[in-house]
């Protein structure tokens, strides 16, 4: 089995900043493999974002990137209307960008929506660059977060490897802890 990376702890306590009247976050358990590092952190009223890089890599060199953003206070949004956001975002850099649904969880305590955005050559970034999309509704935020890997496609094992990850997430209450 997988051993995770602790940045899954890291994640954790940097999210609880999300909604302190809440104490909501969204727990996913990054692999170590990677040896993750921070590339970007951001922090407002609105949102809370980080991208993570595998730890002997660069901005400029990555192979594979995390992302994960927090949309505070954002809770009548569908789950269609938050793909299509982010679908609609992908074209404006590759007009030739292609959305896949592959799986959606409407009935789960925190519905989900699991979907890919293949891109051949993207256009802003100059390489190909495609993302394995996961999107989860909490109580008080919308928590939204990719892989991407610079290839115009992703392959099935990535596919598999990754939604399993992310469909193993938890959305987690801290004030009970």
């Known amino acids: 089995m997988t051993k995770f990376f602790s940045v899954s702890l890291f ?8 909604s302190l009247k809440s104490q909501e976050s969204l727990m996913i358990h990054w692999p170590e493999e990677y040896g993750w590092k921070v590339l970007n952190y951001q922090e407002n009223q609105q949102n809370h974002l980080l991208e993570l890089i595998p ?10 990137m995390g992302f994960m953003m927090s949309l505070k206070g954002i809770t009548d949004a569908s789950l269609d209307q938050l793909q299509a956001v982010y679908y609609k975002s ?3 850099y590759n007009e030739n960008a292609k959305l896949t649904l592959l799986e959606k969880n409407e009935e789960d305590e925190f519905p989900w929506i699991l979907f890919k955005i293949e891109n051949q050559y993207f256009d802003g970034l100059k390489h190909d660059e495609s993302q394995l999309w996961f999107i989860r509704k909490g109580n008080t935020s919308v928590y939204s977060n990719f892989v991407a890997v610079k290839e115009s496609k992703l392959k099935a094992k990535f596919i598999n490897e990754w939604s399993a990850i992310f469909k193993a997430s938890q959305i987690v209450d801290l004030s009970e802890e």
């Open 11 to 18: 994640l954790l306590i940097v999210s609880t900043s999300l």
């Open 55 to 64: 730890g002997n890599e660069t901005a400029e060199n990555w192979s594979i």
């Open 90 to 92: 992908a074209k404006e």
